[in-house]
């Protein structure tokens, strides 16, 4: 579709983002009134905010209540590094999820035992209701909430056991490789998935960001002898980073 046959307000969107990426209107300044961008590009006031509504759901404006639509501060990406797990040694939540060395990190989690739906009895190749360890992590980088993750363990392998709480007992905080070595099963294998999907309200709130907005979800496995013994989604805000893969060429 050429520039000419668009829509009105994707037209007045485009000129106000222009402005925005060249820095004629830099970040916190107030985006220009609805009664202004309609005297300036002749427009309605139907076309002014649907305008407004795009820049809002691109992330480039956010709306301060009271006072107007502002130009919001884009962050500069991170890295989140994936890459080759560690068989044994050090290794911790924080450092299965991100693989760069140089980003140090903590953690807060919460365990508790449920019956597994039919999307992670999939994953983990057992019969929905089946119950599995379920643990939510917040991880922190620099004191600032960075990711989310949710794992699943299936208690027909760890039940029992002094694994079956991932941060309780003698191998409390350690990776899922060193932890399933400990109950003699031994992780060969780890896949990976990455999708997007707008972030829900709960995500957004505890990782800073704005309800909606894009959040990117790694999908990890690990198998040992082809049976998985755990899953799990790692959610970040798709404003703040880029998932980079180091992969060795064998």
Not at 20 to 38: D, F, K, Y
Not at 67 to 75: A, C, D, K, L
Not at 102 to 117: I, P
Not at 145 to 152: V, Y
């Amino acid at each position: 579709m050429a520039f000419g046959d668009q829509p009105a307000y994707l037209r007045v969107a485009g000129d106000l983002r222009q402005k925005i990426v060249a820095g004629e209107l830099p970040p916190h300044t107030r985006l220009p009134s609805q009664a202004r961008i309609r005297e300036e590009y002749g427009v309605s006031d139907t076309v002014a905010l649907e305008a407004r509504k795009v820049l809002m759901a691109e992330g480039l404006v956010e709306g301060r209540s009271g006072s107007g639509t502002y130009v919001r501060e884009q962050p500069v990406p991170r890295r989140l590094s994936r890459g080759g797990y560690r068989a044994l040694g050090e290794s911790t939540p924080f450092r299965q999820e991100q693989a760069d060395e140089r980003v140090k990190g903590t953690w807060e989690s919460r365990s508790g035992q449920e019956a597994a739906d039919a999307s992670v009895a999939g994953r983990l190749r057992i019969a929905p209701g089946e119950r599995v360890m379920r643990t939510d992590y917040v991880f922190r980088a620099v004191g600032e909430p960075a990711m989310l993750s949710t794992s699943w363990e299936p208690l027909a392998l760890t039940g029992r056991t002094p694994v079956m709480l991932p941060e309780e007992g003698p191998l409390a905080g350690r990776g899922v490789v060193e932890r399933m070595a400990a109950i003699d099963l031994v992780v060969d294998n780890v896949v990976e998935e990455v999708g997007a999907r707008p972030g829900l309200a709960e995500e957004a709130l505890a990782l800073g960001g704005v309800p909606g907005h894009s959040v990117l979800v790694v999908s990890r496995t690990y198998f040992a002898g082809g049976c998985p013994v755990e899953t799990a989604d790692v959610v970040v805000l798709a404003e703040r980073y880029r998932v980079s893969y180091h992969l060795p060429v064998k």
